[in-house]
């Protein structure tokens, strides 16, 4: 799926809608350019799982879980592996738990970074910044 978004609003909407498609235990895999939209989707996210708290990058404490309020899910867990080389770093704090977890919808921005742990089943999501100030955001 590939949606082309002109504002931030349109970014957040496609995501909050994404959520209907989510079963929970996925893996979103987020990759692109330094604001090409990565966390204005994850905001997105949270608002459709009904997460109440704030959202921002996680960039200096690599990761932040929040409670979500849908019947089938009930976390998520928003990785920055930004300042990473490997997924070893991941690894070693537990994040294979969050990948195993059927309640739980993990998203991982500058997920390129970390490709070596991601799940087989993981969502890979790109985006990329057009002309005219929009978005291509591209759902594998």
């Not at 959202?55 to 990473?84: E, G, M, Q, W």
């Not at 704090?93 to 998203?107: H, L, M, P, Q, R």
């Amino acid at each position: 799926m590939k949606y082309i978004t002109k504002s931030e609003r349109e970014t957040l909407n496609v995501a909050e809608k994404f959520v209907q498609r989510l079963k929970g235990g996925e893996v979103l895999c987020l990759i692109g350019d330094l604001g090409s939209g990565k966390t204005a989707f994850t905001k997105g996210l949270a608002k459709g799982l009904g997460v109440k708290n704030i959202i921002t990058s996680p960039t200096f404490v690599l990761l932040k879980s929040y409670t979500a309020k849908l019947k089938n899910i009930n976390k998520l867990v928003h990785i920055d592996a930004y300042r990473l080389d490997s997924g070893a770093e991941l690894d070693y704090i537990g994040v294979e738990e969050y990948f195993s977890d059927k309640n739980c919808i993990t998203v991982i921005e500058w997920a390129d970074r970390v490709k070596d742990i991601w799940p087989v089943n993981a969502i890979e999501i790109k985006f990329k910044v057009l002309k005219g100030n929009k978005r291509e955001i591209h759902i594998k």
